[in-house]
């Protein structure tokens, strides 16, 4: 059986998306958690981390016979297993437009990312009113609502996600939902019906009580 390394499930985004995918393909894993215990986000200097992925950092996936140590890899990996499970989508156009999105994800929004670091037990506060000012943070926020509405308008214009099934953009963009949660930012309708969408997916509610039960505690982020 594989087992996923992730970090704090209240505070790694990026663990949260291959474990999702794993979950939505019906892949049977083992999953160890190593705390995030210092250093940037995403890295740890917690020699855990260091053994279990080459990178040094978290999420990392080990199988009988390798290990895949980047998020998006390892979700590829997921969709390559599963290939009936929808996190890529059958047809051809829709697939390419579901891989833009998420590696526009991977590799992008600088802007939300770090104006709104991840932090699942925070409750919005007054003055997140003014992370929202920032032209890098609307135009994030902005982009990401027009990739929703084009996928949505071209691939399942009624369905509550984008291509049909939970799909890896799906798994990328379920932790920005958390985020524009917890800072209470304003989006469209249209917006807001796909956030909430992911946020009431049965695998992400196993993730957020897991968080939520956490204990551990890093200040940079809950004083962000």
Same mark, same amino acid.
């Given at each position: 059986m594989?087992?996923?390394?992730?970090?704090?499930?209240?505070? $790694?985004?990026?663990?949260?998306?291959?474990?999702l995918?794993l979950?939505?393909?019906?892949i049977?894993?083992e999953e160890?958690?190593?705390? !995030?215990?210092?250093?940037? @986000?995403?890295?740890?200097?917690a020699p855990e981390i260091?053994?279990?992925?080459?990178?040094g950092?978290?999420?990392a996936?080990? =199988?009988n016979?390798? =290990?895949?140590?980047?998020?998006?890899?390892?979700? *590829?990996?997921?969709?390559?297993?599963?290939?009936? $499970?929808?996190l890529?989508p059958k047809?051809p156009?829709?697939r390419?437009?579901?891989?833009s999105?998420?590696?526009e994800?991977?590799?992008?929004?600088?802007?939300?990312?770090n104006?709104m =670091?991840?932090?699942?037990?925070? +409750?919005?506060?007054p &003055?997140?009113?003014?992370?929202? &000012?920032r =032209? *890098?943070v609307?135009?994030?926020? +902005?982009r !990401?609502?027009?990739?929703?509405? &084009?996928?949505?308008?071209?691939?399942?214009?009624?369905?509550?996600?984008?291509?049909?099934?939970?799909?890896?953009?799906?798994?990328f963009?379920?932790?920005?939902?958390?985020?524009?949660?917890t800072?209470g930012a304003?989006?469209?309708?249209e917006g807001q019906? @796909?956030?909430d969408?992911?946020?009431?997916?049965?695998? @992400?509610l &196993?993730? *957020?009580?897991a968080a939520?039960? *956490?204990?551990?505690?890093i200040?940079v982020?809950?004083? +962000?």
């Amino acid at each position: 059986m594989p087992t996923l390394f992730i970090g704090n499930k209240n505070y $790694s985004s990026w663990s949260m998306r291959p474990w999702l995918a794993l979950k939505w393909a019906g892949i049977p894993f083992e999953e160890r958690v190593l705390p !995030m215990i210092g250093g940037v @986000y995403g890295k740890s200097t917690a020699p855990e981390i260091a053994a279990a992925s080459p990178s040094g950092r978290v999420p990392a996936l080990k =199988t009988n016979d390798l =290990t895949i140590w980047d998020s998006l890899s390892i979700c *590829e990996w997921a969709a390559e297993q599963k290939p009936a $499970s929808g996190l890529l989508p059958k047809d051809p156009v829709a697939r390419a437009f579901c891989r833009s999105a998420a590696a526009e994800m991977h590799s992008g929004f600088q802007g939300v990312r770090n104006g709104m =670091t991840m932090n699942i037990r925070r +409750a919005p506060k007054p &003055e997140d009113a003014a992370r929202f &000012e920032r =032209t *890098e943070v609307q135009k994030d926020i +902005a982009r !990401m609502q027009d990739v929703w509405a &084009e996928a949505r308008r071209r691939f399942n214009p009624k369905g509550p996600y984008l291509f049909g099934a939970p799909s890896i953009a799906a798994a990328f963009f379920t932790p920005v939902a958390t985020r524009f949660r917890t800072y209470g930012a304003k989006l469209s309708p249209e917006g807001q019906a @796909y956030c909430d969408a992911l946020l009431a997916n049965p695998s @992400y509610l &196993e993730w *957020e009580q897991a968080a939520k039960a *956490e204990t551990w505690v890093i200040e940079v982020f809950d004083n +962000a």
